[in-house]
């Protein structure tokens, strides 16, 4: 019997608990040009920082980002909110892509197309792009990934404001 004659409440969890959902989000605005048939990666834009209070632990280089090592699989998702515009007239499909690439800034990981047919405005579109990392030898951890918007158009686009928010959904450990 509980203190004061009642049932005992249920049990509760048998160590701490982990925060399971952790996030960094980097940020940028400026004025950068990405040529028709090039890849700008995003951490490589001058001024991208790292915004205060994030979580997940990422530390930035001088062209990706590298996760902390967990022992388990866990769940990435990378969340890209870009403004700017688009060259071409208003009528006609203009299409870029939002990647994840491994550090040779060659090799794809993820791939995502967005397209403006109306006007020259892309203000706030956002992509996600899921993936997952592992453990100390995962190349997310070892090498980072890059992200960034390969502009598959024939026209330029000039970026005004970056934000990529780096989610990661991690197992217990």
């Given at each position: 019997?509980?203190?004061?004659?009642?049932?005992?409440?249920?049990?509760?969890?048998?160590?701490?608990?982990?925060?399971?959902?952790?996030?960094?989000?980097?940020?940028?605005?400026?004025?950068?040009?990405?040529?028709?048939?090039?890849?700008?990666?995003?951490?490589?834009?001058?001024?991208?920082?790292?915004?205060?209070?994030?979580?997940?632990?990422?530390?930035?280089?001088?062209?990706?980002?590298?996760?902390?090592?967990?022992?388990?699989?866990?769940?990435?998702?990378?969340?890209?909110?870009?403004?700017?515009?688009?060259g071409g007239s208003?009528?006609?499909?203009?299409?870029?892509?939002?990647?994840?690439?491994?550090?040779?800034?060659?090799?794809?990981?993820?791939?995502?197309?967005?397209?403006k047919v109306d006007?020259?405005?892309?203000?706030?579109?956002?992509?996600?792009?899921?993936?997952?990392?592992?453990?100390?030898?995962?190349?997310?951890?070892?090498?980072?990934?890059?992200?960034?918007?390969?502009?598959?158009?024939?026209?330029?686009?000039?970026?005004?404001?970056?934000?990529?928010?780096?989610?990661r959904i991690i197992?217990?450990?």
């Amino acid at each position: 019997m509980g203190f004061g004659g009642g049932l005992p409440g249920p049990t509760g969890p048998a160590g701490p608990t982990i925060d399971q959902f952790l996030q960094d989000i980097f940020n940028w605005t400026g004025s950068q040009t990405v040529s028709s048939g090039t890849f700008r990666n995003f951490f490589t834009l001058s001024g991208i920082t790292k915004a205060s209070g994030g979580t997940l632990g990422a530390t930035q280089t001088a062209s990706s980002i590298k996760f902390p090592a967990r022992s388990k699989w866990s769940q990435v998702i990378f969340s890209v909110r870009i403004t700017g515009t688009i060259g071409g007239s208003s009528g006609t499909a203009r299409e870029w892509l939002t990647q994840t690439r491994r550090v040779d800034g060659v090799t794809v990981v993820g791939s995502d197309g967005d397209v403006k047919v109306d006007g020259t405005d892309i203000s706030n579109r956002d992509t996600s792009l899921i993936s997952w990392t592992r453990d100390a030898l995962d190349p997310f951890t070892v090498d980072g990934v890059q992200v960034g918007l390969l502009n598959t158009s024939s026209q330029t686009i000039t970026l005004t404001s970056v934000s990529v928010r780096v989610q990661r959904i991690i197992n217990p450990e």
